[in-house]
């Protein structure tokens, strides 16, 4: 029988899903914060398709977790199941302009070729020092001791800059037993180490004047639009659901910035 969610803070169930001990994590952690529903559509919150050939079809299906808080306007995971050919967690924390607070992106990705792993407490205004440096004196010694065990994942696009921090988390690891093992004992407890850090700054944050509001408003409508515009999981869920339900999903869930949140 097909599993079927009722609202975005039920639990995710993908038969196969790898990334789910970190969703496990992340709904723990917010159980404290006293979380209320995002409003899901239904054919976002819960959809199914098909892929393959006619003769042997494979099943994918993608799952939305979505909360929000006192001081945090969307919290949200994507999670795919594509028959072991995909396995995806893309997580997104994003905070109320009235708060001074970065976003936290976190990206888990499985693939034929291999692992796309990624952590970072992302800033919204990446040249302000009175938005950055406090999280940058924590998140730096934190990023030099995990990126130190791990290999590198290369360079990120010259326009990708302004949105990451330079405690950015970032490896590629091939399938296989050792890979396994790192992400069980390295990318568990970054993940850990750095969404207590974020939840840390999300309990010490107060309210800012309606003028910073403001500045900190265009910053995140800076990021949320080039992470729609760049949005790398864009092709596969166009070749799984179709590019009307993609788009959709990309702009009305996945990277929203109206008022509705």
């Known amino acids: 029988m097909s599993y079927k969610r009722l609202t975005s803070l039920d639990p995710v169930e993908l038969e196969g899903w790898r990334w789910a001990p970190f969703l496990n994590e992340i709904i723990h952690s917010f159980s404290s914060l006293q979380p209320t529903i995002s409003p899901i559509a239904a054919d976002f919150l819960n959809k199914e398709s098909t892929f393959g050939s006619k003769i042997k079809p494979q099943k994918v299906q993608t799952q939305t977790w979505a909360c929000r808080t006192n001081k945090l306007r969307h919290v949200r995971a994507a999670c795919v199941e594509a028959s072991g050919t995909a396995s995806v967690l893309n997580f997104l924390v994003h905070p109320l302009e009235s708060y001074d607070l970065p976003f936290f992106g976190a990206d888990f990705v499985t693939l034929s070729s291999g692992h796309l792993l990624a952590l970072d407490l992302q800033p919204v205004i990446k040249s302000d020092k009175l938005h950055t440096q406090a999280v940058w004196r924590d998140l730096l010694p934190m ?11 290369g360079p990120i696009p010259k326009e990708a800059e302004p949105y990451f921090s330079p405690g950015f988390l970032w490896t590629r690891l091939p399938l296989g037993l050792e890979a396994d093992r790192i992400i069980s004992e390295v990318i568990m407890p970054a ?52 590019k009307e339900w993609t788009e959709f999903y990309i702009h009305d869930v996945l990277f929203d910035l109206s008022e509705e949140k």
């Open 143 to 153: 990023h030099a001791r995990w990126q130190s065990i791990l290999p590198p994942g």
């Open 191 to 242: 993940f850990k180490d750095y969404f207590s850090l974020y939840l840390n700054l999300v309990n010490n944050a107060i309210e800012v004047t309606k003028g910073r509001s403001s500045d900190l408003l265009l910053g995140q409508e800076s990021y949320m639009r080039y992470r729609a515009e760049k949005d790398p999981a864009r092709r596969m869920l166009t070749s799984f659901f179709g």
